[in-house]
């Protein structure tokens, strides 16, 4: 990790993107390094210590497989396991940012971007990489994110599914429901209770984060998110138990957990950080009346009975996190 302002490394093959980007970045008091081509990517990396790298998945002309990024990213994670590697991809082609995250991008961007939740996004991932270098290692974990950004339509994707039974919709002591059963409130209740409601989910603001310790997950393992993996003789909870510490010792580097017990909205979720510094802007803004406007022109399953219950659901579901911030 550098001292002072941070270093973000920016590579992409094409000169103008470059450019905009390392000027964005200035602009912000970041230290830039560029790279247009996979060779200059890892002879800068070997050559000086950066905070975060911002790389873009196609490198030859006319090429979209993504493959020479993917290939870069691996060769990255290689030489720095814990340096931040945000990816940036085609609009519309998340199933390539999705395969990054897998081998260990920390998030995405689609191009065109927004310059907002871009710096948003390197922001976030600096600031976690501080603490996960500085401390994590110390203690023995392996801080890595299951889940980082989400787009609206991804939600709403995994929403509609929720919705339609294709996805099970668990009660409270992860159960699956039998949702036939259900009013259309009563459903949209029941799925509000483990996932967000497209357009008011934490994940749609590049500052929060699904979090487990890699270091003490089998081979094989998938990681579920559930409750038992981070309760009490879970494999993450000596994580969590660690974290609780920094948290409330005031040395988390912002990060707070907003949904640390249940307030009879959204269960209790010990793997959901956030970054509080931009998080509580972004919360701020939340009301009925934003939502409003982005549900109602959307293709979301049970939309009138979410609409008519919209101030109860912002209420209970949206706004109803932990105050208690770092
Ligand atoms: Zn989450």
Redesign the pocket.
Known sequence: MTEGRPVVLIADDQPDVVEALRLLLKAEGFLTLTAHVPEGVIAQLERTAVDAALIDLNYTRDTTSGREGLDLLSRIRALDPTLPVVVMTAWGSVDKAVEAMRIGARDFIEKPWDNARLLTTLKTQIELARALRAAGREAGFDLAID?GFRSFERQRSIWNRKASGQLAVLDSESRPLDIAALSPRDLAFAILRWSALPGAS??HWGT???VFDAAARPPGYEVRLVPSEVEDGGLFAPLHDWLDERIASGTSYGFFRPYDRDRGGVAA?R??LSFAPIAVAAQRAMSAEFLRGVIQPADILLKNAVLEHLDEIVARFVVNTNADWP
């Open positions: 889940s934490r994940h929060d984060l699904d979720e793997w959901h």
